[in-house]
């Protein structure tokens, strides 16, 4: 091996590099091959009163799942609404896998646990749980702060979230909390804004306008009914999503032992499907929804028993260090749900944090990272491990970019959740809509509906494509459209924004007595008119009261919490529908006049800053010793670049000298061969030849891009190599240039510019624009430029800095002649102030009108170089306009070596073949021919075709 290629006589660069990571990727396998702690399970059925006072019991099913060493705090995992304890088994083994007791049991009602359905009812299902605490502080594996007291945390999802707060608000015993994508008052939740007269304007805030009914979520209610009637093991909305690849125990180790009952004694009878129309449920939680079903609107008995099943009840009372998570794709429980939660938690002076996923009963439940960082809270909060989590406000940005059909995600962290004592509050900015009054119709019986979303299928949907969120569809007469101009910078909703409306009846016209019913939603629209409805949800807004004279009502609506990077050039369309299909519409005919109160939009927006996901310890191990193993590299060919610069003091004002280039690659193929020429200060040189001449392999070798096979390439006396820092003096366009097209002219060109991270002052923008003749068109968005403008943008962007050297690549390609003239005076105008132009151009012709020089190659070899006209002339045929035709081409005729004379009109033209023009011209004045104009006649494209042989 030849001492170059070796690195001080050991081993060579590149068998180092890839040693180091071969010797990473075994690190990380070898530290991500040890098994997972061992988790055992206990089954049990523990009895619990049917009800306060009642001697009678049910049953609840549970399992309790064991880590390795005990005791240990406990952790209570109740399920969501129509699930059992087999759909949270996988989350409870990655608990006990952390070092917890987990306890998963069944619900009343639901799995083989016996009972009827109360919806979370402080004196049936808040009471199992704390029956459960009590069965919990017997237990010698739970580690216990008191005597019939143990350390718990309680977390879950939906059901089981509502459950989590309900349980902490009651019982003291609980440690912390963590409620997943869940409600705070199951009446708004339902029925928005039902019996509500006024509403704090928060970051996400019951979403819609003040009215003394709410509108009824027929779509929703109707999923959780049947979750209900169905009595058995189901996958309802808010179950924990099962892991690939598992059952429902995770594929824990089972190790099963009958406990006692807790508390033995009578037994209700099972209630199952065929209890009739109310299945499983409770008489008065059946009552309730077959009231609010058929009429469309909640009675005071309704929001009486929807009120004591919610944890609004008593998030009053609520002290225990709590991290609310709520899903940005959920028209179940959206955002505002966890904002009620989150204050009313807030204002006991409890420690809140809050946490907005891509996800919820549209978009999923929590994927690994975050069911992560939850038993990363349980384990500060309850055995003091790992860093102190906070209290600050996080939520998921997702973008554009896609891989395998997944959108990309980033997390934003901002200290504080707005408005929470302490905090600041929300900081909204005004978007302009416009639109003036428009009239909506609601039709007979509210049919045909508009559609935003599709529950309980949201979340298959998202998880194939964009569709969930595009699917939202307004009919035309019964939607009012109110749109923005274009946004100027990206806008990052981060909540519910807010606006005021002016609705009227219209005159003549029956105001029915339920109200006026409408949808308010919030589209962000693309360039191209493509509308994309953020979480899929609208605000439901009754408004009562309403003159039959036409007097307006104006009406303060807050949209749907929602979290949205909305782009520039963009538009935020605000749309007021009549009918929507996921809700009770009004049935009776009417009409309305929509219009704006005010002509502003107030978009929330909580500045943060990006949060870098966690990555397994093992990776990171990995990834290090690559990136050192890079970096060692790379100091490496930084030490060797600079050993190897080489300088030639005598061609230091000479912008390129090729000598003796050729470029070879594996299977013999040449394509450049023993290459030079020499170009000057001040020379616009055009690089010609056909197809595979070399032209293109010739610029990347100049511009460093590949390496020669022999010779050199010179510029300004430096050796040009990969990165050489001489090429910081050559502005290239070679193969093409890709500009963003939303941005303009100008900012693409500064965005450029700082990509070279040189000072701004050097740039020079004005000069470069000047002589690419953009104009006023420079501030235009480049989507909005022709051809001929990108092209010249493209120059511009080349003369960034006015380098010495200027190296162009077809530049006159797709332009037509009118812009062709305009480009060739831009290179002409360049070359003028003392630089040097090198252009690569099949377009002869144009070839001959712009350039001084030419250099021709021909398969890889260099076939001329020289001035233009004296490869176009080359002693050729000579061109003489006269006023006697045909005496002249006689004169002519008569002079040795002169032939192929022809007349053409007022033109007499003759090949000279080594006679000096000067000679011919003397003997036509001798001949008494006037002689008007002499010159040569063979053009480029005719010398070229004879050089190469063509």
Request: negative net charge; aromatic residues 4%; proline residues 8%.
């Amino acid at each position: 091996m030849a001492p170059s290629s070796r690195l001080g006589g050991r081993w060579s660069l590149p068998a180092l590099v890839v040693l180091v990571a071969l010797l990473g990727a075994v690190v990380v396998w070898t530290r991500q091959g040890d098994d997972p702690p061992p988790v055992s399970t206990r089954d049990a059925v523990i009895d619990v009163p049917e009800s306060p006072g009642s001697d009678r019991a049910i049953q609840l099913d549970t399992t309790l799942h064991l880590p390795e060493r005990t005791p240990a705090p406990a952790i209570l995992l109740p399920h969501g609404f129509g699930g059992s304890k087999e759909g949270v088994a996988a989350q409870a083994t990655e608990l006990a896998r952390r070092g917890f007791v987990v306890l998963t049991y069944s619900a009343r009602g639901f799995g083989r646990s016996t009972g009827r359905i109360a919806l979370n009812s402080l004196d049936h299902e808040v009471r199992d749980a704390q029956k459960l605490l009590d069965w919990l502080a017997t237990r010698e594996e739970v580690r216990t702060d008191a005597a019939g007291d143990p350390r718990v945390g309680v977390t879950g999802a939906s059901y089981g979230g509502a459950l989590a707060l309900s349980l902490a608000g009651v019982d003291r015993r609980v440690d912390t909390i963590v409620p997943v994508m869940t409600f705070n008052d199951l009446g708004q939740a339902l029925l928005p804004n039902a019996g509500r007269a006024d509403r704090v304007d928060a970051t996400s805030v019951a979403p819609g306008a003040f009215g003394d009914d709410g509108v009824f979520k027929r779509s929703w209610a109707g999923l959780l009914f049947s979750a209900g009637l169905s009595g058995g093991d189901v996958a309802g909305p808010g179950q924990e999503a099962q892991e690939p690849g598992q059952d429902g125990r995770g594929q824990a180790p089972s190790d099963t032992a009958a406990v006692p009952p807790a508390q033995p004694g009578p037994t209700a009878p099972r209630p199952g499907a065929a209890d009739g129309a109310c299945g499983r449920f409770q008489a008065d939680v059946c009552a309730a929804y077959t009231d609010v079903a058929t009429t469309g609107r909640a009675d005071p008995r309704t929001l009486e028993v929807l009120r004591r099943s919610s944890p609004a009840a008593v998030t009053g009372r609520i002290t225990q260090p709590t991290m609310i998570v709520q899903g940005e794709q959920d028209t179940l429980f959206g955002l505002d749900q966890g904002d009620a939660n989150a204050r009313q938690i807030a204002a006991n002076g409890a420690k809140v944090k809050v946490v907005w996923y891509a996800g919820g009963h549209d978009g999923g439940s929590p994927g690994p990272e975050l069911r992560g960082r939850i038993a990363d809270w349980m384990a500060f909060h309850l055995d003091g491990k790992g860093a102190d989590p906070g209290t600050g406000f996080e939520y998921t940005v997702v973008g554009a970019f896609r891989s395998s059909g997944t959108p990309s995600l980033r997390d934003v962290v901002a200290p504080h959740y707005p408005g929470l004592p302490g905090a600041d509050p929300v900081e909204r900015r005004g978007v302009p809509l416009a639109g003036g009054e428009q009239v909506v119709v609601n039709p007979p019986g509210g049919n045909p509906a508009a559609v935003s979303s599709l529950p309980g299928l949201g979340s298959a949907l998202s998880r194939s494509s964009a569709v969930s969120s595009r699917l939202a569809v307004d009919l035309p007469g019964q939607a009012a459209v109110f749109t923005s101009e274009p946004l100027t910078s990206q806008l990052l909703l981060t909540g519910a924004s807010t606006v005021r409306l002016r609705v009227a009846a219209v005159p003549g016209r029956p105001v029915p007595d339920e109200g006026a019913v409408l949808f308010a939603k919030l589209y962000d629209v693309d360039a191209s008119g493509v509308r994309t409805l953020p979480g899929s949800a609208v605000a439901p807004i009754r408004v009562t009261g309403l003159p039959a004279d036409g007097t307006p009502v104006d009406v303060h609506v807050t949209l749907p919490g929602a979290v949205r990077p909305v782009e520039s050039d963009h538009r935020l369309q605000l749309v007021v529908a009549t009918t929507d299909q996921a809700y009770a519409n009004a049935t009776t005919p009417a009409a309305y006049r929509v219009s704006l109160a005010t002509p502003e939009l107030a978009a929330p927006v909580v500045p943060g800053v990006n949060a870098t996901s966690d990555v397994p310890t093992g990776a990171l191990w990995g990834i290090a010793i690559v990136l050192v193993a890079c970096a060692i590299a790379a100091v490496v060919a930084w030490f060797r670049r600079r050993l190897a610069a080489d300088v030639d003091p005598a061609l230091t004002g000479v912008p390129l000298v090729i000598s003796g280039l050729t470029k070879s690659y594996p299977g013999g193929l040449t394509a450049v061969r023993d290459l030079s020429f020499r170009v000057e200060h001040g020379q616009v040189l055009g690089l010609l030849g056909p197809n595979g001449a070399g032209k293109t392999t010739t610029l990347r070798m100049l511009m460093g891009l590949i390496t020669p096979s022999e010779g050199e390439i010179r510029v300004f006396g430096h050796r040009v190599s990969p990165g050489a820092p001489v090429l910081s003096r050559v502005g290239s366009f070679v193969e093409g240039s890709g500009f963003l097209p939303h941005l303009s002219g100008l900012a693409n060109l500064r965005l450029y510019w700082a990509a070279t991270g040189r000072p701004v002052e050097q740039a020079h923008f004005d000069e470069a624009l000047e002589i690419a003749g953009l104009g006023d068109a420079v501030h235009r968005r480049v989507r909005t430029y022709s051809q001929g403008m990108r092209q010249r943008l493209a120059i511009a962007q080349a003369m960034l800095g006015l380098p010495d050297l200027l190296v162009l690549d077809e530049p006159a390609n797709g332009l037509d002649p009118p812009q062709i003239h305009q480009m060739r005076e831009v290179l002409r105008r360049y070359a003028a102030a003392g630089r040097t132009v090198l252009v690569s151009s099949h377009l002869l012709a144009e070839v001959e009108q712009t350039c001084s020089h030419v250099v021709v190659m021909h398969k890889g070899t260099l076939v001329a170089a020289g001035p233009v006209e004296e490869i176009a002339t080359g002693g050729g045929e000579a061109s003489f306009r006269v006023d006697r035709p045909e005496e002249a081409a006689e004169v002519l005729r008569g002079l040795e070596g002169v032939r192929g004379v022809s007349v053409d009109g007022e033109h007499v033209h003759a090949g000279l073949n080594g006679t000096p023009r000067a000679t011919a011209l003397r003997a036509l004045v001798r001949a008494g021919v006037a002689v008007d104009q002499a010159g040569p006649r063979r053009k480029l494209e005719d010398a070229f075709l004879e050089l190469v042989g063509e």
